[in-house]
């Protein structure tokens, strides 16, 4: 079936599968967040993106191949509320962006900085650090090299905008500059977007809008 990213809580994953790697999307309440795994298809390694809650949900999705690693995109709660569970069943490595760390109350294993890499199997992922919505905020790139790249988000970019900065304008302005010369810049317009909450998109769909974002502030 071909994949959409269109997922609902309590509904089935979604499954994006690219010849080197899989990606399957799930969401779980309350607050409708979207966890992701990837799984490499040479080595059958997986790694979670964001543990949101739902243990049981994340656990069954994991299946008895386990996970080698989870990474939190921010310190945010909403993100992190069924880490400690699947680290306790899996035994999987930590991995957050270096300046929230200090907001996870599970341990961080790896602390990432911009341009480190996120390995599942034989497959790496680009580290970068987007300020803003978090002092810590960090998206994962995935350059497919047999098609376009895959970024996920987690909060610092949706269909319609960046994450929310608490309505200051400073950090508004950062997210979106840094939103736009690390993604939007050296990223084509075919690259697909995971976000941390409801449906995917692609850079291209988004990056006519950037000017109206910056005009309208948020």
């Known amino acids: 079936m071909t994949y959409s990213g269109d997922v609902r809580v309590g509904g089935p ?3 994006h599968e690219l010849r080197d790697l899989m990606i399957s ?3 779980v309440g309350p607050m409708e967040n979207n966890a992701y795994l990837l799984r490499c298809r040479a080595t059958g390694e997986q790694a979670l993106i964001d543990a949101a ?5 994340l656990l069954t999705l994991i299946g008895e191949d386990g996970i080698a690693s989870v990474v939190t995109t921010h310190r945010h709660p909403d993100h992190w509320q069924a880490l400690a569970e699947v680290v306790a069943a899996t035994g999987a490595r930590t991995q957050a ?3 929230d760390v200090e907001g996870i109350p599970v341990a961080t294993d790896v602390a990432l900085a911009d341009g480190d890499q996120v390995r599942v199997g034989r497959v790496a992922l680009t580290v970068r650090h987007l300020v803003g919505h978090t002092p810590g905020s960090i998206a994962l790139v995935y350059d497919d090299l047999h098609g ?3 970024v996920f988000t987690g909060d610092c970019l949706f269909p319609g905008g960046v ?3 608490s309505k200051d304008p400073v950090a508004f302005v950062r997210l979106l500059d ?3 010369e690390k993604i939007f810049g050296p990223l084509p317009d075919e690259t697909w977007v995971y976000p941390g909450h409801g449906k995917d998109t692609t850079l ?3 990056r006519p809008h950037l000017g109206e974002w910056r005009e309208r502030g948020w």
């Open 25 to 27: 999307k799930v969401a």
């Open 53 to 57: 809650n739902e243990p049981r949900t």
């Open 13 to 15: 994953a979604d499954v």
């Open 148 to 150: 376009h790249p895959h």
């Open 204 to 206: 291209g769909a988004e």
């Open 163 to 165: 994450g929310h900065t």
């Open 97 to 99: 962006g270096r300046d």
């Open 178 to 180: 840094d939103v736009e």
